[in-house]
């Protein structure tokens, strides 16, 4: 049963420290999202990536955050410093996004993430 | 204002009513419609998908477009318990690959 896998599912951290978060996509997959949730912004996209590439990347706060994807079957997302507005769920999907530019998303579980 | 407009609830419904959830939306552009389903704790799940206007049905769920009022429904008939869920409205105009996300509506169904 293919599944978007994401570690870790928990992490609390304290303020200034860096933050990892690792995805391993749907493979096959030809296009991997973060996003992040809170109960105030609900799902805001950071970043995504299709075949690799860094597609768009402007929800994402450039001078802490950052997204990269190594290989098909790695994405990360790392946060330095981590400051306690960061705290949310982030979430990663991935698709088999369709020429017209439409196709199911993936969800994995989430990183719960606590910054004290 | 929003580009997608959606109320966050909670709805709470007894058990076996028909349930209605809806989005409003101000791009006439969209095209592709969805909704997702949210279990507490878990990520969203794809409940429906939707080209342009009209019905789609599926089991117990139909999903309505109306692109001249622009507006999107997810019904559910004879609600149960384990529909209790966050429903989040996500539309696309397909000229890439982003959503744009409704807030979500959370339904408690009553036992």
């Known amino acids: 049963d293919a599944r978007v896998t994401q570690t870790p599912r928990h992490k609390v951290t304290e303020m200034g420290q860096e933050v990892t978060m690792r995805c391993q996509p749907i493979?096959?997959?030809?296009?991997v999202f973060w996003y992040r949730q809170t109960m105030m912004q609900g799902l805001e996209l950071l970043a995504y990536?299709?075949?690799?590439?860094?597609?768009?990347d402007s929800g994402m706060p450039k001078d802490r955050f950052s997204a990269e994807m190594p290989d098909a079957t790695l994405a990360t997302l790392k946060i330095q410093p981590s400051e306690p507005r960061d705290s949310a769920v982030y979430f990663c999907?991935?698709?088999?996004?369709?020429?017209?530019?439409?196709?199911?998303?993936?969800f994995g579980e989430g990183s719960r993430l606590t910054v004290l | 204002q929003k580009e997608v407009e959606q109320d966050p609830g909670p709805l709470s419904v007894p058990e076996g009513a028909i349930v209605s959830l809806n989005c409003t939306y101000s791009?006439?552009?969209?095209?592709?419609f969805m909704w997702y389903r949210q279990y507490s704790r878990k990520g969203p799940e794809l409940l429906m998908y939707t080209y342009s206007s009209g019905n789609k049905e599926d089991g117990r769920f139909t999903a309505q477009v109306d692109k001249s009022s622009k507006y999107i429904s997810l019904f559910i008939r004879d609600s149960q318990p384990s529909d209790s869920a966050t429903y989040l409205c996500?539309?696309?105009?397909?000229?890439?690959?982003?959503?744009?996300w409704g807030a979500g509506t959370k339904l408690i169904i009553k036992p």
């Open positions: 493979l096959g997959h030809n296009t």
């Open positions: 990536f299709r075949n690799r590439a860094p597609l768009d």
């Open positions: 999907a991935s698709g088999l996004v369709l020429a017209e530019g439409t196709g199911e998303l993936f």
């Open positions: 996500a539309m696309s105009d397909g000229s890439n690959y982003q959503l744009i």
């Open positions: 791009n006439s552009a969209f095209q592709y």
